[in-house]
């Protein structure tokens, strides 16, 4: 602890930003006329806390078909990006066994809306409709996907056959889509790039139908079919027609974050009240004061000084603990906060651990400073072992609940193993700095009560 002067410095330093994350909810570091660094630090609450939709989806496949894994996965990964890009924050799926995902929505007011959104599967055709445009709205059928490749894309003769459209590419080519505003004023379109290989196919086949339709297919719905003026060879498009904004950015997500592998249907779906989660909220913020007030009053009634120095190392903790679940972006579950609120019981341990050690040292005659270094060094491998059990029971229970899609097992865990690692470096770094800065000219044997002798 030579160093114990850098060490206080770099302290105070993190400890006065740890201050400044906790009490803001967004961090800005200004740099000349720019800006270094910038991010938003709300505390997030989950679903439990604040609110909102818990919804339980299954592959829609029946039973005794197996669903791959990477398919499942890749559903899932497309229904987050889908529900991110919606404005869905917070958004947490997770896969629960081999056909199931879990999602939860925080602070949805719409469920159904959501839900509903995210389970379709937005195949986008382009669709040769030769001289005759089809309404906008109308369900038509396709040859995408058909085994008999030899299926006139004209109505049949005798009227009574539907009339089956040839699909010249699909959305499948799309390198990304975008709202745009449309021809009229209040209207929006969604203008899209195709990759290169889409681009050239769809070159040719507008530089050989001039002044034909081309129908732009929304799940076998119609959604415009505008005229081809001249060949269109740059890879660029729009899809055009009487879009809301909301409604064009649904589909330039839908389009941009691809179809679902499998097709998922909803097998359960429940909403959960913010009235519980305040509720909730304020009887754990309860406990947990009530719960550090018996650790400090605790510390400071048995080991006297080196106690108060603890709890001052103890406060400390908990508001480093805080500003890393906000810069980090931890959303608090009702588990997760008991999983602090237990990481507060570990950091008081090691410290009893040192504090014993540094009680047997005094009364063996050894001076205050040897005795600090002696505590410290003696107690380490129990501190070390019984923090490290902890961290691998968190590894454990964060690899069950994202096993079995139990995300309260799983905020638990997280909670807990960042709780254990602040409170491994405030016990082994700022309880030592501190203690060292305060008792090193200090004489143990002429105060005695001070240490609980």
Not at 96 to 111: L, Q, S
Not at 390 to 396: A, D, R, Y
Request: aromatic content about 8%; overall charge negative; charged content about 15%.
């Amino acid at each position: 602890m030579r160093n114990k002067n850098n060490w206080l410095v770099l302290i105070i330093i993190l400890l006065a930003f740890s201050l400044w994350v906790d009490l803001v909810d967004k961090v800005e570091i200004p740099f000349g006329d720019k800006m270094l660094f910038e991010r938003d630090v709300p505390i997030n609450l989950g679903l439990d806390l604040r609110g909102g939709l818990q919804a339980l989806l299954e592959a829609d496949i029946p039973s005794e078909v197996a669903v791959d894994a990477a398919e499942l996965e890749n559903a899932k990964t497309i229904l987050e990006n889908r529900a991110n890009a919606l404005g869905v924050s917070e958004v947490t799926m997770q896969i629960a066994g081999d056909r199931r995902i879990v999602a939860e929505f925080p602070g949805v007011t719409n469920p159904e809306e959501v839900v509903a959104s995210l389970k379709r599967t937005a195949l986008l055709e382009f669709v040769d409709m030769g001289t005759t445009p089809v309404p906008a709205g109308t369900t038509i059928q396709t040859d995408f996907g058909l085994t008999d490749t030899t299926v006139t894309p004209t109505p049949a003769a005798d009227g009574t056959q539907p009339t089956v459209y040839h699909t010249v590419m699909t959305g499948a080519g799309l390198k990304s889509a975008a709202v745009a505003p449309g021809q009229l004023a209040g209207q929006y379109a969604i203008s899209f790039v195709l990759e290169s290989d889409a681009s050239d196919i769809f070159a040719e086949y507008t530089s050989t139908h001039s002044g034909q339709y081309l129908g732009i297919v929304l799940d076998k719905v119609v959604v415009s079919a505008p005229i081809i003026n001249e060949p269109i060879t740059g890879g660029q498009g729009s899809i055009s027609g009487s879009f809301t904004q909301d409604e064009a950015q649904t589909l330039a997500v839908q389009l941009r974050s691809g179809s679902l592998p499998i097709p998922i249907k909803v097998v359960e779906s429940r909403t959960v009240g913010a009235t519980l989660g305040e509720e909730s909220v304020r009887k754990s913020v309860l406990a947990g004061l009530i719960g550090l007030s018996v650790v400090v009053f605790f510390m400071a009634v048995y080991y006297r000084l080196p106690g108060i120095i603890a709890d001052l190392a103890l406060i400390c903790y908990a508001i480093f603990s805080l500003m890393i679940f906000k810069m980090i972006g931890v959303v608090l579950t009702l588990p997760g906060i008991a999983g602090f609120i237990l990481s507060v019981g570990m950091a008081v341990d090691a410290n009893v651990l040192i504090f014993e050690r540094l009680k047997e040292e005094l009364r063996s005659g050894r001076n205050l400073r040897q005795a600090i270094d002696i505590a410290w060094e003696r107690a380490w491998p129990s501190i070390r072992d019984s923090n490290t059990s902890t961290l691998i029971t968190c590894v454990i229970l964060y690899a069950f609940g994202n096993t079995f899609g139990a995300s309260m097992v799983k905020g638990f865990s997280v909670t807990l193993a960042l709780g254990v690692g602040v409170s491994l470096f405030t016990a082994i770094i700022v309880t030592r700095t501190f203690l060292h800065t305060v008792l090193d000219g200090v004489k143990n044997a002429e105060h005695p009560s001070w240490f609980g002798l």
